[in-house]
T-cell receptor
Framework: DGGITQSPKYLFRKEGQNVTLSCEQN?????MYWYRQDPGQGLRLIYY???????QKGDIAEGYSVSREKKESFPLTVTSAQKNPTAFYLC?????????????FGDGTRLSIL | GENVEQHPSTLSVQEGDSAVIKCTYS??????FPWYKQELGKGPQLIID?????GEKKDQRIAVTLNKTAKHFSLHITETQPEDSAVYFC???????????FGPGTSLSVIP
């Protein structure tokens, strides 16, 4: 079945450490997104990419970095500069070639600090 | 800036009753309004969506209404069941690649 796979499901970060969250999709979607969700909160956009080798900052990009070397993959790195990384991270993709389509979400990665 | 408000933040209903969640958007150019259901530990899943050229859409027990003049849209769930318990998010966007603006979510509890 087509879908979005996020890994790992749980991740722990030590102080001063960078960690990378994986997001892979086999939906052949051009656009991919990363969101952060804090307990009881909505979704805040971190970064998004509309095409390979291009990406834009979202509302809360500080302390995060991304790459988009392949259409299927959009990894997110949480750097040591992100002082409050504990959250649920969601990846999504979108078929931008068709108007008014919904984003498809993965099942998230929960990141905690050790 | 662009904003989507959502009410109520929490909602408890008895099994079999109806549930209504209301959203208001600020950008009059928004033309696509999806609703997502998020179960604990999972990603949001689309349950229904509506486009600006339609006033109402139904899918079995779920319906969405849109009032473009008032910039309101609502989710209606009839004959609620315990498995409807989840967090529901409304959202608004203008074009396919445009940033989607999500509401803060409504935690729905259906009491057996």
């Amino acid at each position: 079945d087509g879908g979005i796979t996020q890994s790992p499901k749980y991740l722990f970060r030590k102080e001063g450490q960078n960690v990378t969250l994986s997001c892979e999709q086999n939906l052949n979607h051009d656009a991919m997104y990363w969101y952060r969700q804090d307990p009881g909160q909505g979704l805040r956009l971190i970064y998004y990419s509309q095409i390979v080798n291009d990406f834009q900052k979202g509302d809360i990009a500080e302390g995060y970095s991304v790459s988009r070397e392949k259409k299927e993959s959009f990894p997110l790195t949480v750097t040591s500069a992100q002082k409050n990384p504990t959250a649920f991270y969601l990846c999504a993709s979108l078929d931008g070639a068709v108007s008014n389509q919904p984003q498809h979400f993965g099942d998230g990665t929960r990141l905690s600090i050790l | 800036g662009e904003n989507v408000e959502q009410h109520p933040s929490t909602l408890s209903v008895q099994e079999g009753d109806s549930a209504v969640i209301k959203c208001t958007y600020s950008d009059s150019a928004s033309n696509y309004f999806p609703w997502y259901k998020q179960e604990l530990g999972k990603g949001p899943q689309l349950i229904i969506d509506i486009r600006s050229n339609v006033g109402e859409k139904k899918d079995q027990r779920i319906a969405v209404t849109l009032n473009k003049t008032a910039k309101h849209f609502s989710l209606h769930i009839t004959e609620t069941q315990p498995e409807d318990s989840a967090v529901y998010f409304c959202a608004a966007s203008k074009t396919s690649y445009d940033k989607v603006i999500f509401g803060p979510g409504t935690s729905l509890s259906v009491i057996p």
